[in-house]
């Protein structure tokens, strides 16, 4: 009986004139019907269309993505049009209000969320407003938070950011400045905290505090990141400098060898030697002491060498064994000190040569209060003359035939 109706009513709707939308879902729900007699067929006629048309013709909202992400967050049209796939599932303004309004008063822009679309999908009460809660509770101002979401807006909406930060914080000696200031070189401190500890454990095992550990965090932030064997790569090419581990010297020497290897550091290695003229030998006793020559250019090794040698006079052997003076700056410091020192000298107004090593490396304080104060008398325009070498000036008096 119910085969026979469906084919009655089949026949019924397969006239011509039967070509409305209704006339088609009804045809197709009566296929059905055949294809499973033991449904009722009045039910299964009547339910399928409008099962059917609530699909077909879902109410639209009149929510346009592409549109709140310009007139509401600021974002250009291509921006936008990039955007709004990513939030397509979004049916009114509801949500992306409510968080861009909670987020306002953190001193926070449409355009600072909108960096990272998901942000408007996130709940304010089930996700926001813990992650603002526990990072004020490690003392982030609104300003530090909203420099935070706008440098990695998609780790911001994650809880476990606050127990990265807190875990991240000591590292840095307590300074979120210097934190927000390794993020922006390196977001990657976000995403692998378990790496970080392995190469922080690593690290204290070789004999590093925690400030030596927070000052290699805040100059070398992508060395904490990196996989624990490189680090080890590292490790081993500072001990082969002649620097071991636990020493004084052990963090510098780990900052200048960083994402180095042994090519390169050959190659500095020649480099220094045809330079300054030292052997095998003065270089291993300059190295350990002053590792950072690894990591300064070749133009500026050059002018140290040919104003310590060339100009000032001093042995090759000297400097090697006192390399700290080529880490001072030269026209700032070192160049302004020498012509002090030479027209004291050429005027008659010291007793004996002082040692340049000392000439270059005492504070200014110190410099002045010794080579320049005694001498107001004799030589009253030396104080100007010198700050004018500092400028970067040579004055008359230092102008030496």
Not at 87 to 114: C, Y
Not at 196 to 211: P, T
Not at 344 to 367: A, I, Q
Request: aromatic share 8%; net charge positive.
């Amino acid at each position: 009986m119910l085969r026979r109706r469906g084919r009655v009513l089949i026949q019924m709707l397969s006239t011509p004139s039967a070509t409305s939308p209704l006339h088609r879902l009804i045809s197709a729900a009566a296929e059905d019907c055949l294809a499973r007699p033991q449904v009722h067929a009045r039910s299964c006629i009547l339910s399928s269309p409008r099962r059917l048309l609530s699909g077909a013709t879902a109410p639209t909202t009149g929510f346009s993505v592409e549109e709140y992400l310009v007139s509401t967050c600021g974002l250009t049209r291509p921006q936008a049009l990039k955007a709004s796939p990513k939030l397509a599932h979004l049916r009114s303004a509801a949500n992306p209000d409510a968080v861009l309004a909670f987020l306002a008063g953190r001193g926070l822009s449409g355009a600072d969320v909108a960096k990272d679309p998901k942000f408007l999908c996130t709940k304010v009460d089930k996700g926001l407003s813990p992650i603002v809660a526990g990072l004020s509770g490690l003392g982030l101002s609104d300003p530090e938070m909203a420099r935070l979401l706008s440098l990695a807006p998609d780790r911001f909406r994650c809880r476990s950011i606050v127990a990265k930060l807190q875990y991240y914080l000591p590292l840095f000696g307590g300074s979120m400045e210097k934190l927000l200031r390794a993020i922006n070189f390196n977001t990657n401190l976000l995403c692998c905290k378990r790496r970080v500890e392995l190469n922080v454990a690593f690290l204290r095992e070789c004999g590093l505090g925690d400030r030596d550990i927070a000052k290699l965090c805040s100059s070398i932030p992508r060395m904490v990141t990196a996989n624990l064997e490189c680090v080890r790569t590292m490790v081993a090419l500072t001990e082969g400098l002649g620097v071991p581990r636990g020493s004084g010297m052990f963090r510098h020497a780990l900052s200048a060898v960083a994402f180095l290897d042994e090519k390169k550091i050959a190659a500095k290695v020649d480099h220094l030697k045809k330079t300054f003229g030292w052997s095998d030998a003065e270089v291993s006793i300059a190295l350990p002491k002053a590792p950072f020559l690894l990591a300064k250019s070749n133009e500026s090794l050059q002018h140290g060498s040919e104003f310590l040698i060339s100009e000032v006079g001093l042995e090759p052997a000297y400097i090697a064994r006192r390399p700290v003076m080529l880490c001072y700056s030269l026209e700032g410091r070192m160049r302004p000190r020498y012509y002090v020192v030479k027209f004291l000298k050429e005027n008659g107004l010291l007793k004996r040569d002082p040692s340049y090593y000392t000439v270059f490396k005492e504070t200014e304080r110190y410099f002045v209060e010794k080579f320049i104060c005694p001498h107001k008398e004799a030589a009253p325009h030396l104080a100007e003359d010198y700050a004018a070498a500092c400028r970067g000036e040579v004055p008359a008096r230092f102008r030496f035939t």
